[in-house]
Nanobody, 124 residues
Framework: QVQLVESGGGLVQAGGSLRLSCAASGRTFSSYAMGWFRQAPGKEREFVAVIDWSANLPYYADSLKGRFTISRDNAKNAVYLQMNSLKFEDTAVYYC?????????????????WGQGTQVTVSS
C-alpha cells in the first residue's frame, strides 16, 4: 500500500515557476514508477510526466518537454515536478500517482495509487 500526498501548488503569474512535491508512505516506494497527471476544469485527467524506479528514465508529455522536470529522491520517499515558464493553460489540479510496471505510462488506469491533488493556478 502506498499513500501519496501532494503539496506546493498555488497561484503564480504567467512566466513564473512552481515546484510540486509528492510525499509517499510505505517502505516499497523505490519499487514504483512515479507519475504526475493534471486535470483542468471540464477536461479529462491528462498525463504530465513519469519517472522510473532508479530516476534514470524521465518521460514527458510531448507538449511539456523543456518546461517541466520530474525527479525523485528515494531516500526521502518523494517525487517532484519542477514547472517553469508557466502558462495560463497549465492551470489544473495536479495529481501524483504510483505504478508498478513500466508500461502504458500515459494511461491513468494503469496507475495503482493516487494522491488527492494540489491546485495550480496560473494568472495571465
Amino acid at each position: 500500500q502506498v499513500q501519496l500526498v501532494e503539496s506546493g501548488g498555488g497561484l503564480v503569474q504567467a512566466g513564473g515557476s512552481l515546484r510540486l512535491s509528492c510525499a509517499a508512505s510505505g517502505r516499497t516506494f523505490s519499487s514504483y514508477a512515479m507519475g504526475w497527471f493534471r486535470q483542468a476544469p471540464g477536461k479529462e485527467r491528462e498525463f504530465v510526466a513519469v519517472i522510473d524506479w532508479s530516476a534514470n528514465l524521465p518521460y514527458y508529455a510531448d507538449s511539456l518537454k523543456g518546461r517541466f522536470t520530474i525527479s525523485r529522491d528515494n531516500a526521502k520517499n518523494a517525487v517532484y515536478l519542477q514547472m517553469n515558464s508557466l502558462k495560463f493553460e497549465d492551470t489544473a489540479v495536479y495529481y501524483c500517482a504510483a505504478k508498478r510496471s513500466w508500461t502504458t505510462l500515459k494511461e491513468r488506469a494503469s496507475y495503482d495509487y493516487w494522491g488527492q491533488g494540489t491546485q495550480v493556478t496560473v494568472s495571465s
